[in-house]
């Protein structure tokens, strides 16, 4: 009888015991907590702070890839809650929903990751495309994507996708619906009408491309490091719920005979 309650003690006190490792859990949901709370903030400040420049892109995948962060983000401070109450309640279920939920949250930072990368990696040739299509078919005929690239003009100080002349080709100017050479964002001081001159005194004649594929670019890989980085907690989240569910197993499968003969 002393020796089953010495071995109790050991497993509810020892350093790899029931107790140390709901400590040890409790001590790592705080911190994944936290880091949830980044991915969410980080994913929305991303989402809006560039939203009027994702508007110039033709595809999806910088939106997605910054939604999955967000939705990850918040499945790891639901995530917690759920660690926190089946680790401290010894609640087997509750544990084991946890670590599917660090599973499912593991594979959708993954996938944000390399999404992030990938894009990161083609992202200059798809700019200068689509901010063609959008200088030569939508500047003024679209408000949204209109306002976009005069932003970008103005945030970035260029004029164009690869240079000023693209501007040549706009239905905007070809159709003769203004006197413009170039949108008034090119001048280098900005005035109405001040685009009707294309001198380099006038307005900048490097394209935007360049300067906008290295703030997307920059912002990409901070993302793709963040959810990668991530991805590390959540593997040792499931290490630690999957040796405490099988303690508390092993609790149980010990406490069950002692029961039957103290009965």
Known sequence: MGTDSKAGDENQHGCCGILCLQCTLALFNFIFLLSGAGLLVMGIWTLLNRHSFVSVLSTHMYSAATIILIVAGIMVIFCTLIGCIGGWKKMRNALTGYTLFLLIIFLLEIISGIMAYVYASTLETELVKDLNITLVHYYHFDVTRTESVNELQRT????????????????????????????????????????????????????????????????????????????????????????????????????????????
């Open 156 to 263: 970035f100080k260029c004029c164009g996708a690869k240079s000023f002349e693209d501007w040549r080709h706009s239905e905007w100017i070809k159709m003769n619906l203004t006197q413009n050479l170039a949108p008034d964002t090119c001048c280098r001081t900005y005035a109405p009408g001040c685009g009707r001159r294309d001198h380099p005194s006038n307005i900048y004649y490097q394209g935007c491309v360049p300067s906008l594929a290295a703030y997307f670019k920059d912002h990409l890989v901070k993302v793709g490091a963040v959810a990668l980085s991530v991805c590390v907690l959540e593997i040792l989240g499931m290490i630690l719920s999957c040796i405490l569910i099988k303690k508390i197993d092993k609790a149980k499968t010990d406490y069950l005979p002692t029961a039957r003969d103290g009965y």
